[in-house]
């Protein structure tokens, strides 16, 4: 069975950086369609950032120019940079991934969230 597993979050003072990975096990398949969620209390869940194998893009504009998505296919993980830290950022982070074949559900695998705290 396919598991996605994150790590990462933690607290930060504003200015600060962190780096959070979403690790896809159970599968031989690269992740074909990553995504980033967050939600913070008593907001609505908003969608970060996607990443599709061959390319990646920042969905969010709050945080253009301050996070950036990568992966390692060997490892099959998905990484989310983030710089220049805010208290607004502060939130539960989450990541899906998505993979090709009739046999994965088409709402994906989800990691179980890592907190983020941005706070002086």
């Known amino acids: 069975q396919v598991q996605v597993v994150q790590s990462g979050g933690g607290l930060v003072q504003p200015g600060g950086s962190l780096k959070l990975s979403c690790k896809a096990k159970?599968?031989?398949?690269?992740?074909?369609?990553g995504s980033w969620y967050r939600q913070a209390p008593g907001k609505q869940r908003e969608l970060v950032a996607t990443?599709?194998?061959?390319?990646?893009?920042i969905n969010l504009d709050s945080v253009k120019g301050r996070f950036t998505v990568s992966r390692d296919n060997v490892y099959n993980t998905m990484y989310l940079q983030m710089n220049n830290l805010q208290p607004e950022d502060t939130a539960v982070y989450y990541c899906?991934?998505?993979?090709?074949?009739?046999?994965?559900?088409?709402?994906?695998?989800w990691g179980q969230g890592t907190q983020v705290t941005v706070s002086s």
């Open positions: 899906n991934a998505k993979f090709l074949g009739s046999d994965h559900p088409v709402t994906g695998y």
């Open positions: 159970g599968t031989i398949l690269n992740i074909y369609h």
């Open positions: 990443d599709r194998y061959d390319n990646s893009e």
